[in-house]
């Protein structure tokens, strides 16, 4: 049934574009891989290849944005609204992804892909925009050094492109063979992701 292609078709463009890359795939190879020998059913489903790629990141990040509102109450009621709390609130479910055997390392490393793309920039999605990660932001926000508000958005999608390309990194590295203590990464991307945020624009301007 239509259920079936979807997901197959959904499973197929995870793996094409986490190894090969999103602009080298075209959604004719995405049917061939699902085994789809009817390419017009994924072409109907999924006219253009950016609400392909729409499913993947809503699949995969909207239990993320609940748990991040979850844990964004508890750190308010608990009183440990510290950037490092809030960073790493940000970062342990998406490192713990790459545990996720259902698709959880090819949608890390399509999002690092996304981090960097002049195609399908990762802010034009609609995930990037749901109430979680909009509200991890403005906490972030609070923390952040001093700069003009223009660069806070250039600051944030920074961070964006450190976190989803080391998490990438460090997934190929490991897979390669080398010995990288998990927690000993997460520490050190925490810390250096923090210090990214809290430092402040130098200003030209006198203040």
């Keep these: 049934g239509p259920d079936g292609v979807v997901g197959l078709t959904n499973q197929a463009a995870e793996r094409l574009f986490a190894t090969r890359g999103i602009d080298n ?12 020998k009817n ?12 609400s392909l790629i729409d499913a993947l990141l809503e699949r995969h990040s909207g239990p993320m944005q609940i748990a991040w509102l979850t844990m ?17 609130m940000f970062v342990r479910p998406l ?28 802010i034009d999605f609609p995930a990037v925009n749901a109430a979680g990660i909009v509200a991890l932001i403005d906490r972030l926000s609070r923390h952040a050094g001093p700069m003009p ?8 999608m920074r961070v964006a492109t450190v976190l989803y390309g080391s998490i990438a990194l460090y997934h190929r590295t490991v897979s390669s063979g080398a010995r990288i203590d998990r927690d000993e990464f997460v520490s050190d991307l925490i810390a250096s992701l923090t210090a990214l945020i809290a430092h402040s624009a130098p200003s030209n301007v006198g203040r």
């Design 25 to 36: 795939v075209s959604l004719r190879q995405v049917a061939s891989e699902a085994g789809q």
């Design 39 to 50: 390419h017009s059913a994924v072409l109907y489903h999924f006219g253009y290849k950016r």
């Design 72 to 88: 964004l109450d508890h750190v308010d009621a608990e009183g440990r609204d510290t950037l490092d709390e809030l960073v790493g």
């Design 95 to 122: 490192v713990q992804k790459l545990d996720d055997h259902d698709g959880g390392v090819e949608y890390l490393l399509i999002v690092a892909q996304l981090v960097h793309s002049a195609t399908f920039p990762i």
């Design 149 to 156: 508000p223009s660069i806070f958005p250039l600051r944030m």
